[in-house]
């Protein structure tokens, strides 16, 4: 069996795969199916929901947060030590994402001047102001033109990383099996109180957006799920007998497909909560590696999907 401190996850990647697809559905929809065209109301259902998988993808950094973490000393040497292995995580983060990051922009940039007629100083200003989105942390909450709005999962995931880390580095087990899923709950809850809904990503709360509180919560959410799996869940391994191995493979396939019906079906909005509870279930016995579809998709086929996916965690 695979372990995920050394080997990549083929139930994982393939769902990462499966859930890019679901947001980008959920974005086709919601840019082209809802539009007048010659005085006609196109009012079509796609992936109504699709927003959803963003969870995934949140929970998959959290993941691969402590995995990173796991890997290093048990405690740094000083505060220097814990300094320089934050920057080393977010670097390599930073190294994932930016050379597509900048070619979008680019892309985004040079079509917003051209397409408006933009002249020569105005295109200046437009550069400046976009310097918060060239660097991805718009999401912070710093003035920006944000062009390619869709990229504020990135400025979420580098900005909740570079406080969380140090975090599970400098107080490893009370803070990855206590403060991270308490406070990430807590602040689900908070959510789930004042808005019903876990997706709006423009909309301030207050202090953050409230897209940073959910991003930040859920990756303290698989935080936990990591912590969990490794020190409980994958030394049951090779250890269960065949009927629970095939309870907790249906259950698997189970929530990953109430996500997917979710995804495409118009629930209510308050499904969401249920839906990320959903994810949250299959992901942990996913990683857990503790059913049956841990063998069957751990194929360079499937990784390659994995690879495909826009979203990298």
């Not at 699709?50 to 505060?79: H, M, N, Y």
């Not at 065949?242 to 079906?265: C, M, N, P, Q």
């Not at 299959?282 to 751990?298: I, P, R, W």
Request: aromatic share 14%.
């Amino acid at each position: 069996m695979i372990h995920p401190l050394n080997k990549r996850n083929g139930t994982l990647e393939l769902w990462r795969f499966l859930f890019s697809l679901y947001i980008l559905l959920f974005h086709i929809e919601k840019n082209f199916f809802h539009q007048r065209i010659d005085g006609i109301r196109l009012n079509l259902s796609l992936c109504p929901h699709g927003a959803i998988g963003v969870e995934f993808f949140f929970l998959l950094t959290g993941i691969f947060l402590a995995q990173s973490a796991r890997k290093e000393p048990a405690a740094p040497a000083s505060a220097d030590d814990l300094g320089r292995s934050t920057l080393r995580y977010l670097g390599k983060k930073c190294k994932g994402v930016f050379p597509c990051h900048l070619i979008a922009f680019a892309i985004i940039f040079i079509v917003t001047v051209w397409s408006e007629k933009m002249k020569w100083l105005a295109a200046a200003r437009l550069l400046i102001d976009s310097l918060p989105d060239v660097l991805l942390v718009q999401w912070s909450g710093i003035p920006s033109a944000n062009l390619n709005g869709v990229e504020w999962y990135l400025s979420v995931m580098l900005i909740s990383s570079a406080v969380i880390y140090p975090l599970c580095r400098r107080y490893a087990s009370v803070f990855s099996k206590v403060a991270a899923p308490v406070a990430g709950c807590m602040i689900i809850g908070y959510l789930g109180q004042k808005y019903g809904r876990l997706t709006e990503v423009n909309l301030w709360d207050c202090l953050f957006y409230k897209s940073m509180l959910r991003g930040f919560a859920e990756i303290l959410l698989g935080v936990f799920i990591c912590e969990i799996c490794m020190d409980y869940l994958i030394p049951l391994r090779g250890r269960l007998r065949r009927r629970i191995k095939v309870l907790l493979t249906l259950t698997e396939w189970g929530a990953y497909g109430y996500a997917t019906l979710f995804s495409f079906v118009t629930f209510p909005w308050e499904g969401e909560f249920v839906a990320l509870m959903a994810i949250m279930l299959a992901v942990t016995l996913s990683y857990s590696g503790l059913t049956y579809t841990a063998a069957l998709f751990n194929r360079p086929f499937v990784y390659f999907l994995g690879r495909c996916s826009l979203a990298k965690s």
